[in-house]
C-alpha cells in the first residue's frame, strides 16, 4: 500500500505574483522562485523581481514625476515673481522676498519627496503581494506617515552631515547605514531615533546584500545620468526600479522573518 503525502506543496514566499481575474472571481498566485539556504529569496531574484514590479506596474514612475513637475513649475513661478518684485519693489524688499520664496520652495521641495518616496515604496510593497500598484492607496498611506517621515529623514540628515565634517568617512558609513529609513518608517511605522536603529540593524545583519543593492542603485544612477541629453531623463526612469530593489530587500531580510506573501496568503478568491 502506498501513503501519498496530501499536504500541499507551499509555494516561494518570496516569489512574484500573477493575477488571474474572472467573473466574479479573483485569483492571485505566485509564480515559483529559489530560495537560499536561510530561506530567504536569492539576491538576484530580487533584482529580477524589481524588474518585473516595474515593468508590470508602470504607474510607479507618477509619484517620481511629482516632485520634477513641481520644480520645473515652482521655477516658472519664482522667476515671473521676481520680474515683477524687481519692477514694483525696492532693493530691500526684493531681497527678503527672494529668500523667504527660496526657503518656502525649498520645505516644499523637501516635503514633495519624501511622498514621492514613501508613495513609491508602499505601492512597491503592495505589488510585493500579488495587488496592483494602487496610486491613491499609496498617497493616503504616505500621508499619514508624512510627519515621521520628513522628521527622520531631518534627523538622519543631520547626522550624515556631521559624519561628512568629521573626515568624511563617518558620514560615508551613516549614509550606508541610514538607507532604508523610508522602509522602516512605511513599512513598520518606526520613525525618530528608532527608525535610524532599526536601518542601522538590518544593514548590520545584511552587510553584503545591502552593499550590493547600494552599490548596483549607484552604478545604475551614474551610468544613466552620464548618458549625453537624455540622462536626466534616464535616472527619473530608473527610480522606481531603485525604490524596489531597496523595498524588496528590506521585506524579504526584515527580521520579523515575515514575507509579504505570508502576510498576504498564497492565494486570495472572492466571489
Known amino acids: 500500500m502506498k501513503f501519498e503525502d496530501t499536504e500541499k506543496a507551499q509555494p516561494d514566499k518570496n516569489a512574484i505574483f500573477q493575477s488571474d481575474s474572472g467573473p466574479g472571481n479573483l485569483t492571485i498566485e505566485p509564480v515559483a522562485g529559489r530560495e537560499n539556504k536561510t530561506g530567504k529569496q ?9 524588474l518585473e514590479i516595474y515593468r508590470h506596474n508602470p504607474i510607479l514612475i507618477v509619484p517620481s514625476l511629482v ?3 513641481a520644480l520645473v513649475l515652482g521655477m516658472l513661478i519664482f522667476v515671473g515673481y521676481l520680474g515683477l518684485m524687481a519692477i514694483f519693489a525696492d532693493g530691500g524688499f526684493l531681497a527678503l522676498s527672494f529668500l523667504a520664496s527660496l526657503l518656502l520652495f525649498a520645505v516644499l521641495m523637501v516635503v514633495l519627496i519624501f511622498l514621492a518616496e514613501g508613495a513609491s515604496i508602499e505601492m512597491i510593497r503592495q505589488a510585493s503581494m500579488g495587488d496592483a500598484a494602487d496610486l491613491s492607496t499609496a498617497w493616503k498611506s504616505t500621508r499619514k506617515n508624512l510627519e515621521p517621515l520628513v522628521l527622520t529623514s531631518i534627523l538622519a540628515g543631520i547626522m550624515i552631515a556631521l559624519g561628512y565634517a568629521l573626515f568624511f568617512i563617518p558620514g560615508l558609513i551613516l549614509s550606508f547605514a541610514f538607507y532604508f529609513i523610508t522602509q522602516v518608517v512605511m513599512i513598520d511605522g518606526r520613525s525618530g531615533l528608532e527608525a535610524l536603529k532599526a536601518s542601522y540593524r538590518f544593514v548590520e545583519a545584511n552587510l553584503s546584500d545591502c552593499l550590493i543593492v547600494v552599490l548596483a542603485s549607484l552604478a545604475i544612477s551614474a551610468v544613466l545620468h552620464s548618458v549625453p541629453v537624455i540622462g536626466p531623463l534616464l535616472g527619473l526612469i530608473s527610480l522606481p526600479y531603485i ?24 492565494r486570495v478568491e472572492i466571489d
Open 243 to 266: 525604490y524596489a530593489l531597496a523595498t524588496l530587500l528590506y521585506l524579504d531580510r526584515r527580521s520579523d522573518g515575515k514575507s509579504p506573501q505570508e502576510t498576504q496568503g498564497e
Open 67 to 69: 516632485p520634477v513637475s
Open 42 to 50: 536569492d539576491l538576484g531574484d530580487i533584482f529580477s523581481q524589481a
